[in-house]
């Protein structure tokens, strides 16, 4: 499974965002799909993630309460609902799947970036 990110760009802080994650492969609904980020200088972290049913998302502790992940396995797509951004979200952010939690992440594409102005 491949995965492209988009939807990023410039918003201020308070605003929202609705990131997608496109897949290609037939096999993408019934893999788990994360969202990571990477801000400059810091490491990749989790963001979020759902499995292939839909049911269960997890979140990060710091966008919990403000970001929604969501899919739609007949689009192949899942996206990242993200409200009350504030300057530390700013981050490229990236989607990836597994078959299964013993599986790393992988289908790693281009990220988009989110900048969040104070």
């Known amino acids: 499974v491949q995965l492209q990110a988009s939807g990023g760009g410039l918003v201020q802080a308070g605003g929202s965002l609705r990131l997608s994650c496109a897949a290609s492969g037939r096999i993408f609904s019934s893999h788990t799909v994360g969202w990571f980020r990477q801000g400059l200088g810091k490491e990749r972290e989790f963001v979020a993630s759902?499995?292939?049913?839909?049911?269960?998302?997890n979140y990060a502790d710091s966008v919990k309460g403000r970001f929604t992940i969501s899919r739609d396995n007949a689009e192949n797509t899942v996206h990242l609902q993200m409200h009350s951004l504030k300057s530390e979200d700013t981050a490229v952010y990236y989607c990836?799947?597994?078959?299964?939690?013993?599986?790393?992440?992988?289908?790693w594409g281009q990220g988009t970036l989110v900048t969040v102005s104070s």
């Open positions: 990836a799947a597994r078959a299964n939690w013993k599986m790393p992440y992988d289908g």
């Open positions: 759902i499995r292939g049913s839909g049911y269960s998302p």
